[in-house]
């Protein structure tokens, strides 16, 4: 890798860090104000409650384009082509966030948060019933629901919320165990990420652990969730589970 592209990179990571951290930041800040929200709905100032929701929408605005910057930042030194020109990076990073926009999740996770402020809300008065709109059972969506993928390691099974260094890929935003799956790639050089289906490539450069994963599983952990379902994550490949057996030297790296 030349100078500048490492310059380059380090710029990236320093940058979409920084956006990460504020990602963070804002969702702690959510959930202050969905708890302030239920002591005004307690207390009847409907007022303070509305104006309240108004600024969790505009807040949600800020909170999703900062993370679409906080996952565009990082493709941008792959995106990058040298060249006699001057690189126009401002369109370069705009180009990479348009690109993200079609292929994140941020959006549902948004819309999932949003849900959790009106939820909490709506239950000060009306605990057990649906929210209106709500027509169907399978539609109502809970606050403990969260946004992680797979709440299994695909490769140990182990529970995400047990796992104690867990890494996310920033290309298919599944959850591993993270000694198990840096064994697993080098031992399985070009397979795909071990969930059934995925098409997604693995690469060690894009298994991340950041506070944003951390905050996710902790709010997994503390709803309660992360139980093995069956559906949560298809076996792997059948070749994997010898590498399983004897891939404890893994854990000394």
Request: hydrophobic share 35%.
């Amino acid at each position: 890798m030349s100078s500048a592209a490492a310059r380059l990179t380090a710029a990236a990571d320093n940058a979409s860090s920084e956006a990460q951290s504020l990602v963070v930041d804002m969702r702690k800040a959510l959930t202050c104000m969905r708890s302030l929200a239920v002591d005004y709905e307690r207390a009847g100032k409907d007022d303070k409650v509305k104006q309240l929701e108004e600024e969790v929408l505009d807040l949600m605005s800020s909170y999703e384009e900062c993370a679409h910057l906080a996952e565009a930042v990082r493709e941008v030194p792959g995106a990058y082509q040298p060249s006699d020109q001057t690189t126009d990076f401002k369109k370069l990073i705009e180009a990479e966030v348009n690109k993200v926009k079609g292929t994140s999740r941020v959006s549902g996770d948004t819309q999932r948060l949003l849900r959790q402020f009106k939820e909490a809300v709506w239950d000060v008065h009306h605990a057990g019933q649906p929210m209106p709109g709500d027509e169907q059972e399978d539609l109502v969506m809970t606050s403990t629901q969260n946004g992680i993928l797979n709440t299994n390691c695909p490769l140990t099974m182990k529970p995400i919320i047990e796992v104690a260094n867990p890494v996310r890929s920033l290309d298919c935003r599944h959850i591993y165990d993270k000694i198990p799956i840096l064994d697993y790639i080098r031992r399985s050089k070009g397979l795909k990420c071990p969930v059934a289906g995925c098409p997604k490539d693995l690469s060690v450069a894009k298994l991340v652990c950041d506070d944003y994963l951390r905050m996710e599983i902790e709010e997994l952990r503390s709803s309660g969730g992360g139980a093995t379902k069956p559906t949560d994550v298809e076996d792997v490949l059948d070749d994997d589970e010898d590498l399983m057996d004897d891939g404890e030297d893994g854990d000394n790296q």
